[in-house]
């Protein structure tokens, strides 16, 4: 949503279409869902293999393409490119998104940089507030984009904080205005879906707007591994939006950046998948009604 309203995206708060909600009687764990090009799906494990199998389709035919124009030069590149696990090519497709947007807190917010005061400060008593009795030694922000969160909110509460992000231009972005911070931390270059930090190393573990890139298997992976990292009294933070339980659908899969929007109930499934239980959680106060709830789940 750069500059004007329209379909926002991404590690956005908004990553997907404007949702005014429809009226009608409550559906309970409605795990059905849909894409932005109006494909359904029954549950949310069909969806995946659908898109994986829709990208694969579409490379294969790129491939095709390039090897009639440039015969075993562009074939050999093609066997070099082959994804190593199913989800390669869902990545792929996210990171060149990304790789396209400005490295502005308007980009990371697609054009609602406004949103950052509430948002953050809404943040910051759910710290406070919430996990009481947090150590504050070290935290780290994954697929934290050009710093906005650690900037904003969590270098003012922690010894030290480090930043996860798999996007290069947004890296050095977030170093170019951090570094310099005695209690910035590490800047790791990775995706979240291969992040393995070392065990006993995290009071927090902070993801927001980010785990709708990850398919399910790979979220509930990249939670065990950050339940390793968790030192005692310790808490995962993920800060998601959710479709609406008024009749609505269980996720919605975005084509342009490839992200989904997942409801409560199936957060919560990946949850249990990964050993987790939600401890404390909050909705994101003073939001837009007609865009989609935010919520921040507090893990152990």
Known sequence: ?????????????????????????????????????????????????????????????????????????????????????????????????????????????????ETTVIDCKASRMFITKKLKGLQRTRAVDCGGGIGRVVQHLLLDLFDKTDLVEQCKPFVDKAREHLADNEKMGDFICQGMQEFAPAPNTYDLVWAQWVCGHLPDDDLAAFLQRCRKALRPGGFIVLKENNMRGEGGAGFHLDQEDGAVTRSDDLFRRVFKRAGLSVKYQMLQPHWPTYLYPVRMYALQ
């Not at 990553?15 to 429809?22: I, L, Q």
């Not at 309970?28 to 359904?40: F, H, M, V, Y």
């Not at 035919?61 to 190593?84: H, I, L, V, Y």
């Open 1 to 113: 949503m750069r500059g004007r309203k329209k379909k926002a995206r991404g590690r956005k708060p908004f990553n997907a279409h404007y949702y005014g909600g429809r009226k009608g009687k409550k559906k309970s764990a409605d795990l059905s869902g849909e894409d932005s090009e109006g494909r359904k799906f029954s549950n949310i494990d069909e969806m995946w293999d659908a898109e994986v199998q829709r990208i694969l389709a579409e490379k294969a035919k790129q491939k095709d393409d390039e090897s009639a124009e440039g015969g075993e030069e562009a074939e050999e590149k093609s066997k070099q490119e082959a994804p190593n696990t199913k989800y390669d090519v869902f990545y792929e497709k996210g990171k060149r998104y990304w790789e396209s947007v400005e490295c502005t807190v308007d980009g990371m917010l697609g054009g609602f940089a």
